[in-house]
């Protein structure tokens, strides 16, 4: 028997995608997969060192993982159309963002790298991203830089829209804004490397055609979401890019990060690899 250590988010998204992978549903042959659940953040560090056989990372910290990781075809999250959202307690003028402290949930995560190539000029204030709205509400920071469920449920707070980068960027580039994707270390070697690659998708073949079951398994992470909120936020995030990049998802990710390369946000050009 291998065994496989696959990490991903405590989120809705990756728990739908993961499902079928964390409860048996799919045969694995003679490969074991244990799931580690932590936040994006600590899951690119833990990247960073080499930790974790199979993860998921931030496309921008891939950046900083492309000489020991290759990107799987499948479990990317892009924003099509849609993204992180920049949030104040008032609506505001992209001049007025300069300068500000706006609280980010990670300076490794794409939401930071999209938000400096929206606005290069502002004071980042790391801060966990479940706690990003109540920083602006109690006014510890101006602006906040939401991920995950807080997309959907800011108005609630009665913060206000300034921003969705997902939107800014396909205006942009006519593409959508990769955010996340599933990374592979590339010591496992081919055979076993394809083998997880065809798990993968089954995994995320099956929760998309086993809705209802996936859902159920999803609603345990979906952080105060009702079902039908869920369901939305899971649709965002794990639909046909995340079977699979294709053309457009591929080109997406090499201009992201080329643009972070030109605009110095990201140190150094990257070699984007893909498993086939």
Same mark, same amino acid.
């Given at each position: 028997m291998t065994t496989i250590h696959v990490a991903h988010s405590p989120d809705s998204d990756d728990a739908f995608m993961f499902y079928a992978l964390a409860a048996g549903k799919i045969d694995t042959g003679e490969i074991t997969y244990v799931h580690e659940l932590?936040?994006?953040?600590s899951l690119n560090k833990r990247a960073m060192r080499g930790e974790l056989e199979v993860s998921a990372v931030s496309i921008h910290a891939y950046a900083y993982l492309s000489d020991r990781y290759a990107l799987l075809p499948h479990g990317a999250s892009m924003g099509d159309r849609y993204g992180p959202r920049l949030v104040g307690r008032r609506p505001m003028g992209r001049k007025e963002i300069r300068?500000?402290?706006i609280a980010i949930p990670g300076t490794l995560t794409s939401a930071y790298l999209a938000l400096r190539l929206f606005e290069p000029d502002f004071a980042p204030v790391p801060t966990p991203f479940d706690e990003i709205e109540q920083a602006?509400? =109690?006014g510890s920071v101006d602006l906040g830089l939401l991920i995950h469920e807080g997309q959907l449920t800011y108005a609630e707070s009665g913060l206000r829209l300034i921003q969705d980068l997902g939107d800014?960027?396909?205006?942009?580039t006519g593409l959508p804004l990769p955010l996340g994707g599933n990374v592979v270390r590339k010591d496992l070697g081919a055979d076993l490397t394809r083998k997880i690659s065809g798990h993968l998708r089954d995994s995320?073949?099956?929760?998309?055609?086993?809705? =209802?079951g996936a859902l159920d398994h999803a609603m345990r992470f979906a952080r105060g979401l009702d079902r039908m909120k869920a369901d939305a936020f899971v649709s965002m995030y794990v639909n046909e890019w995340t079977l699979d990049y294709g053309e457009r998802g591929r080109q997406a990710v090499r201009l992201f990060l080329q643009r972070g390369v030109e605009s110095g946000f990201v140190s150094k050009p990257v070699q984007v690899e893909f498993v086939d």
């Open positions: 932590q936040d994006i953040e300068g500000r402290r602006v509400l =109690d800014w960027w396909f205006g942009e995320i073949a099956y929760a998309l055609e086993h809705r =209802d």
